[in-house]
């Protein structure tokens, strides 16, 4: 029998290997601008169009590169950036593998052109598909430009696996913003369809945190700066109180390289124990600076994660710098009942409860321009309106110290699902029964009236036995398909603002709003663009207008837009899916029998009433039967 194995070409080793380094345009963008910052470019441009799908551009003003080192630059391994393997434990580059240039060419069509500063001509490289077109002598600015054209060209199944441009536009603008903030210290700017997206001049952090996110994000920063022997920690981290419940604003930079470590996550969200409910998720960017021997950056294709040879060390690190920050910028909470603050009671264990005396001492002594205090009878003076607020401080009081020192309830502080509490921004009908939904009840036996528990879910009897209702997923799915026949029918309605409200988002979510904006407006948003990432709005939809801000049902809608797009769907689809899990009745949320008896009609005349859009189950159904089963056992 002949010899079967053989080597592979090249050609089809870098396909091979661009499955793994290059899984979409953000990937090339990443690759190519850790290549210009290695190269010592303190100006960087990116150009997109059509989010990287026909064009992805760097220029830098590096060190540039010979006519020799142009043309090796394409092979596979080729790099200035190691010589021997002990220097794989003293990496200081962004990239070290060499792999980057060589797979991009072998997936797109590439122009190179490069010049050194102490050369005259510069050189003019041809690539596609790893083969060489042409090599040139050419005019050009010193350091680098490389135009990718056509990504995956030659790929035709990686290239129909491709989202949707705004879902991709979205990776770019995460690789960018991750390399600027990085790199403050650099000026970036970026140009996508012949608009400038950013332009970041360089200079600190702080500037560069509000020149990406905006104005508005100053305030909401508090400083980290430790500094050890061993690792030295810098950065900011967000208040609680603009924590947000999606994911995506939380960074890690060790030796400004970006990293994903839900280890290091997790000391960050320990650090806020007690400031934040469940599922919210603060912003933080944070500088780790340590000895390049004490990790290991060479474990992903990405480099987006490494090893620490000590990560308990940096954890408890971690949490203890962010924890001292936030005390020391006054964010941890105080005790102020105004405030409706939440406390544990095993924590607080004092001799003696107050008494509403001392309350009242505290509570309303007011000093008289003598520097005295005024009394009918030499004492302190009480009001109508001061003895209510100590009654209230008093009741509360009382309450914090009823079951001191009692084993907790099970019950958690918080709410249990990162639903509970949540505003809702689009009201329907449930909100609010009219005289229809009232007359329901009439004629309804006592025995057949459905009730609720724990706020979340609605019982309903029936002949044999009872339906167990969620009523958020039930909600969700009415919605939905209220949603979906709008958007069919073009039929909504809006009723115009009496000021236009104009808002300023971040260039990520103008990118989405500008692709809703066709959708919104069959659902009765009137929106405009007002310039670079601001939007003027100049009506709403008759049933959420004045029931909230602007701003916040826009961004309510835009994050739960996100979380639809990684999942392909088309975009009326994925709006009307957002708009459901937005304008929901929520888990929690105390529900009128009138209001109930119309989740359950209007859930079974839905087209499947089965399951929320999401795939949860909208109800249970329990028989009697199943019922003795249970007491029999």
């Known amino acids: 029998m002949s010899d079967i194995i053989q080597l592979l070409p090249d050609s089809i080793a870098s396909q091979i290997a661009a499955g793994e380094v290059i899984q979409r345009p953000a990937s090339v963008v990443k690759e190519l601008m850790e290549n210009a910052i290695d190269a010592g470019a303190d100006r960087i441009q990116l150009i997109i169009k059509e989010s990287g799908k026909s064009l992805i551009q760097i220029i830098d003003n590096g060190c540039g590169m010979s006519e020799t080192d142009a043309r090796l630059c394409f092979e596979r391994h080729a790099t200035s950036k190691l010589r021997t393997a002990d220097d794989l434990t003293h990496i200081r580059t962004m990239g070290f593998r060499g792999e980057a240039m060589a797979t991009v060419a072998a997936i797109a069509q590439v122009e190179l052109k490069t010049r ?30 490389i135009a990718v054209k056509n990504l995956f060209y030659n790929v035709p199944a990686r290239r129909n696996f491709l989202k949707s441009n705004s879902v991709e536009m979205r990776h770019i603008l995460d690789e960018f913003q991750r390399l600027a903030l990085a790199h403050p210290d650099l000026f970036f700017s970026l140009h996508h369809n012949d608009s400038e997206t950013y332009h970041l001049p360089p200079g600190n952090f702080r500037q560069r945190i509000v020149g990406i996110y905006g104005n508005n994000f100053n305030q909401r920063l508090v400083p980290v700066s430790e500094d050890t022997d061993i690792l030295k920690l810098s950065g900011f981290v967000g208040k609680p109180e603009f924590a947000k419940k999606s994911r995506g604003d939380q960074f890690f930079f060790v030796n400004r390289r970006f990293i994903k470590s839900g280890y290091l996550h997790h ?112 004492g302190l003076s009480t009001g109508p309106s001061e003895r209510r607020r100590a009654q209230h401080n008093l009741d509360n009081w009382q309450k914090l110290y009823e079951n001191i020192g009692e084993e907790p309830e099970s019950a958690p502080m918080f709410p249990e699902t990162e639903e509970e509490g949540e505003v809702i921004t689009l009201e329907s009908k449930i909100s609010q029964p009219n005289d229809e939904s009232s007359n329901l009840l009439k004629g309804y036996k006592d025995d057949k009236v459905p009730y609720q528990i724990h706020a979340r879910y609605i019982i309903s009897p029936i002949k044999s036995g009872y339906i167990l209702i969620d009523q958020q997923s039930a909600h969700e799915r009415i919605l939905y398909e209220r949603y979906l026949h709008t958007l069919g029918q073009q039929q909504a309605s809006s009723q115009g603002q009496l000021f236009a409200q104009t808002i300023e988002l971040s260039p990520p979510d103008a990118v989405l709003l500008t692709e809703m904006l066709p959708q919104l407006r069959l659902l009765g948003f009137d929106i405009e663009e007002f310039g670079k990432n601001a939007f003027v709005i100049n009506g709403l939809p008759a049933e959420v207008a004045g029931k909230q801000g602007e701003a916040a049902i826009i961004d309510h809608l835009l994050s739960q837009y996100r979380e639809q797009l990684d999942l392909k769907l088309d975009t009326n689809e994925a709006i009307a899916r957002a708009m459901a899990r937005s304008a929901a009745v929520k888990r929690g949320q105390r529900l009128e029998v009138a209001e109930m008896l119309e989740i359950i009609n209007q859930l079974f005349a839905c087209e499947n009433p089965l399951r929320s859009p999401s795939g949860r189950a909208c109800y249970l159904t329990f028989t009697l039967d199943d019922l003795e089963r249970q007491f029999a056992e």
């Open 116 to 145: 050194r500063h102490a050369d005259e001509l510069g050189t003019r490289v041809l690539m596609e598909g790893s083969e060489l077109k042409s090599q040139e002598p050419c005019q050009t600015a010193a350091g680098t430009s």
């Open 267 to 378: 000391a960050v969200m320990a650090a806020y124990e007690e400031l934040l409910p469940k599922g919210v998720h603060p912003f933080y960017a944070l500088f780790l600076t340590i000895d390049p021997s004490r990790i290991d950056v060479n474990v992903h294709p990405t480099k987006q994660e490494i090893k620490f040879d000590d990560e308990k060390l940096v954890y408890n690190y971690l949490k203890v710098a962010v924890r001292h920050a936030l005390g020391q910028y006054s964010v941890t909470p105080t005790l102020d009942f105004e405030q409706g603050g939440t406390f544990s009671p095993t924590r607080l264990k004092p001799t003696t409860p107050p008494t509403l005396s001392t309350i009242e001492s505290s509570a309303t002594a007011k000093p008289n321009s003598g520097g005295g205090s005024q009394s009918g009878s030499g």
